[in-house]
């Protein structure tokens, strides 16, 4: 058969589309990946949807991908977290598609063809067969957490860790076939564990350990979970295969806002973790996440979150405006206009844009090492090792190249170099 698998949202879903992906191809298959053009539909035997539920405009997007595709009447099958918090919405798209759980995601194979077996129950990091450059690899699934403005929640459900030897299995084998950038992945990293009497700092530590040339990047983590394991995380970071990187995604400057986002850390403690941690891997890369216009965010809130970005200058500062989401505590208050969420949206961004700027500025004229991980269109990019994007001009570059650059340039959104 001939599949094609179209995924939005985050590493996790990307890591998801990965594991089908592998597990068709292994069953004689053959997959295209991307963004899929309708006018090619009719050579496919079957379209695969990974959807994300996280923003209504990404909603959107897909159930209108749905409902053209429908027209087409193309076997479908439609996964991922907006599949799985509500299949209604899919299923008013599209009644003829099939729906895929985030969790039985390994069992696509029945979903094509109910003739063919089962895939036995293994957990997914055992189907990940990476040979790109980046490997994403899926360590968990749920969280601990119960934030009051998300629906992935709803989707993913309860915390469930993989098994470690499976993980450091699917990286070994990510590393033999030719992958440098390991992407440990879930929806919050910083839950792994907590079922099986471990936890990332631990993971991380074995997986640096593992033979092969490569980098571990650590995914995104709610800060909640950093008390238990500090120090050992730290350490882990420090171990040379790791990228001295982490995703803190504090949402609010405002104690009252994190109460209302039921979000388990105050203010103080965001200071203290990234005075600490910097005070342990200076120049280490902290990026982070904030919601502007949570329906309970007054203007003293909002000055509060600006106050605190300012004050401890997250290397990447990534802004969402709320979103109401079904199901969510959050969608049951009163809104913000969606003008007034724009307006505090703006303002925001064109800070952030300013003081990222102005902190890259301070790489003009260093020297350092990149590894080429990403070409799009003959410009290639890499991370250096605090996984900061560094965009290397040059005509001809390899995939999983390691170049020596020094800076010359800067964006808001990377750093500029040329190969010396
Ligand atoms: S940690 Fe919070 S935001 Fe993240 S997936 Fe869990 S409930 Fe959603």
């Avoid at 991307?34 to 539920?53: F, M, P, Q, S, V």
């Avoid at 918090?85 to 729906?99: E, G, H, L, R």
Wanted: overall charge positive; glycine content about 4%; hydrophobic content about 35%.
């Amino acid at each position: 058969m001939k599949v094609f698998i179209e995924t939005y949202g985050c590493t996790l879903n990307n890591a998801d589309s990965d594991v089908m992906n592998n597990i068709l191809e292994s069953a004689g298959h053959t997959v295209d990946r991307g963004t899929l053009r309708l006018n090619e539909a009719a050579k496919y035997d079957y379209i695969i949807l990974n959807t994300c539920t996280v923003k209504k405009p990404t909603e959107q997007k897909i159930i209108s991908k749905l409902e053209r595709i429908s027209n087409l009447n193309k076997n479908l099958v439609v996964t991922g977290c907006l599949a799985s918090a509500t299949p209604d919405i899919i299923k008013k798209a599209s009644p003829t598609a099939k729906i895929l759980k985030t969790s039985e995601t390994i069992k696509i194979l029945n979903t094509l063809n109910p003739n063919i077996k089962k895939t036995e129950d293994a957990e997914k990091p055992s189907f990940i067969n990476s040979n790109g450059i980046i490997a994403r690899i899926p360590i968990s699934e749920g969280c601990l957490s119960n934030c009051s403005f998300c629906e992935t929640k709803f989707a993913r459900g309860p915390l469930k860790s993989f098994d470690e030897n499976v993980i450091l299995k699917a990286i070994s084998r990510s590393i033999n076939n030719g992958s440098y950038e390991i992407e440990l992945t879930s929806q919050d990293i910083g839950a792994y564990g907590a079922d099986k009497k471990t936890n990332i700092a631990e993971l991380a530590t074995h997986a640096a350990s593992l033979d092969g040339d490569f980098m571990l990047r650590i995914g995104m983590l709610n800060p909640e979970h950093l008390h238990k394991y500090l120090d050992s995380l730290i350490d882990a970071l420090k171990q040379k295969k790791v990228f001295k990187f982490l995703h803190l995604p504090i949402q609010s400057g405002s104690n009252k806002i994190l109460k209302d986002m039921q979000r388990n850390y105050t203010v103080d403690e965001v200071r203290y973790y990234f005075e600490y941690i910097r005070s342990k891997i200076p120049n280490i890369t902290i990026s982070t996440d904030i919601i502007v216009g949570y329906p309970t965010e007054s203007i003293n809130d909002f000055k509060l979150t600006e106050d605190l970005l300012f004050e401890i200058k997250p290397a990447i500062t990534n802004i969402s405006k709320f979103w109401q989401r079904p199901h969510t505590k959050a969608s049951k208050l009163q809104q913000i206009t969606a003008n007034e969420i724009k307006r505090r949206s703006t303002i925001l961004s064109r800070e952030i844009r300013e003081m990222q700027v102005s902190q890259y500025n301070k790489f003009i004229g260093l020297k350092e090492d990149v590894v080429i991980t990403e070409n799009n269109n003959g410009l290639f990019s890499g991370r250096d090792i605090y996984y900061r994007p560094v965009a290397v001009l040059s005509k001809k570059l390899n995939l999983g190249e390691k170049v020596t650059v020094e800076v010359t340039d800067t964006s808001y959104a990377c750093i500029i170099s040329k190969p010396i």
